[in-house]
């Protein structure tokens, strides 16, 4: 059984230079000292740098390491020095006074008539301190909702053109059938016993309906019934405006649900 040769990856191109793998750099290439930049994480002054840098190695403020953080701070500025950013004058008296403060802790501490000297630390932390206070504090208003960044006041005009219009509720069905319902317990006080029952027309009734009525004018719904005709009448009444109200005749509105109803003619 024959072993299969090993095959050698080739190595990968640096680049595609138009459609050409480049697998060695140029004998003349030239990349100029400021070809990459770093963009470092902008502060507002030395003293959110300062803050940053103990919030970075989780120290204390109260109990500040001066030595380790002027160690850090000038670490930094010597970078910014590096990178050919423009140093502002606030950094750099910063750097001063902490050098001030490590060269007070260093030296003994004289006695005075007074007492103990103070901390030199002390005035640098209560600067800290306040500091933090107002970033927080700017931070959780940066977090509210601001007008025009994430609410907009929306603003329209009213057309010259435009004309109101009062649109009345439709009658529905069963507003009829309430109103028929009361008709007809009105109907019923007026029951007597007859022997023969007098024809009514529907369409004789839809005549007499639309002679009371006019476009001028609303008439009460239940102006249009007769209760003393009894049961038969008031039906035949309500079929009579159901039936002019399917051809268009005439006009039935309420103001709005459970309220009188009005029926006028049509113009």
């Known amino acids: 059984m024959t072993q299969a040769p090993l095959t050698v990856q080739p190595p990968l191109p640096l680049a595609v230079v138009r459609g050409k793998p480049m697998v060695e750099l140029p004998a003349d290439l ?107 504090a700017a931070e959780q208003m940066e977090q509210l909702p601001r007008l025009e960044r994430e609410h907009w006041v929306a603003q329209a005009a009213r057309a010259a053109n435009l004309v109101p219009q009062v649109v009345p509720p439709q009658v529905e069905l069963d507003e009829l059938v309430s109103a028929l319902r009361g008709m007809l317990a009105k109907a019923e006080l007026f029951e007597q016993h007859q022997v023969a029952r007098e024809a009514l027309s529907t369409r004789e009734r839809m005549s007499h309906i639309l002679s009371q009525l006019g476009p001028e004018r609303f008439t009460p719904f239940v102006a249009l019934f007769t209760p003393e005709e009894g049961r038969a009448g008031v039906v035949v009444s309500f079929l009579a405006i159901l039936e002019l109200s399917k051809e268009r005749l005439v006009e039935i509105q309420q103001a709005q649900p459970d309220s009188a109803i009005y029926v006028r003619a049509r113009a």
Do not use: C, N, W
């Not at 002054?45 to 840098?53: S, T, W």
């Not at 500025?77 to 423009?86: N, R, T």
């Not at 001030?100 to 630390?121: C, F, H, M, N």
């Open 30 to 136: 030239y990349i100029p000292p400021d070809a990459l930049e770093v963009i470092l994480e902008a502060f507002e002054g030395p003293l959110d740098l300062l803050l940053y840098l103990i919030r970075r190695h989780k120290l204390d403020i109260v109990d500040l390491p001066v030595f380790e953080i002027t160690r850090q701070y000038m670490d930094y500025i010597a970078l910014m020095d590096q990178m050919q950013m423009e140093l502002a004058g606030e950094y750099l008296v910063m750097a001063a006074t902490l050098a001030e403060v490590k060269s007070r802790l260093l030296l003994p501490k004289p006695a005075t008539e007074e007492g103990e000297e103070d901390d030199p630390r002390m005035v640098l932390i209560r600067q800290l301190q306040a500091y933090e206070v107002l970033k927080q």
